[in-house]
């Protein structure tokens, strides 16, 4: 019995360990940031201008706007918690094929962009993205389409819950219901809903939100299970479609492109 005891004890003190591990690592465990340009646009023959612009807490933000500088609709890029803007190349490339100029912006931390990351911090950081396009670029607000893939998908439906935004629509690829959903799913064994400091509620949000709403997900998504997807699409308002892709996390998008072009361009026809 003294054995089982000690066993039992030596199991609870790691399981504690592991608990405050995963307590005080969760920024570096949400952010992956990459300071390193590896490409820019042109390497896919696409136009682009680079975008220096201030967050409201006085930060600088780096960011592309990319495509021809024409009078075409124009998509705010928020991307994921990995690398930075010159990882989305395939990306540019698909709105240009649908006819969308792509306005892409690294978050604070990430690129060439000022600071360090956090669940503030990106908020900060598309709501000054989204004040430039309107501000300095000119751009009228039903030309603007949000769009977010993973950890984005939230920060762009933090934009789109804002009362005077009024966005041509928002789509969410890939994206989860929120951390807390999510790390319970990943770490079922973990009290993580009480440990956890990080929320991107991105299925809150969508009761607020009154735009056309896209949501893009894969059955094979191995990161954020396909169920965050259907939860996002049941939580969303009318107007709202779901197009199901193939493919990994992170590949999915370009292992279903063509089914990917003709479901985007699709709902944007619908939703105007």
Known sequence: MAVILRILLVIFFFYVILIVFLFFNQRSMVYFPLRKITDTPAAIGLPYREIIFKTSDGLQLCGWMVGDEDNRDVVLFCHGNAGNISHRLESFDIFHRIGLRCFIFDYRG?????????????????EAAWQYLIETENIP??????????????????????????ARALILESTFTSVPDLGAQWYPFFPIRMIIRFHYNTKALLAKIKLPVLVI?????????????????????????????????????????EEYIIGFRGFLERSR
């Open 110 to 126: 990430y690129g060439k962009s000022e600071g360090e990351p956090s669940e503030q911090g990106t908020y900060r950081d598309v």
């Open 141 to 166: 607000s039903q030309r603007i389409i949000l769009f977010g893939r993973s950890l984005g998908g939230a920060v762009a439906a933090h934009l789109a819950a804002r009362l005077d935004v009024n």
């Open 217 to 257: 997900h894969s059955p094979q998504d191995e990161l954020i299970p396909f169920n965050h997807g259907k939860a996002l699409f049941e939580a969303a308002k009318e107007p709202k479609q779901f197009l199901r892709i193939s493919g990994s996390h992170n590949e999915g998008f370009s292992d279903s492109r």
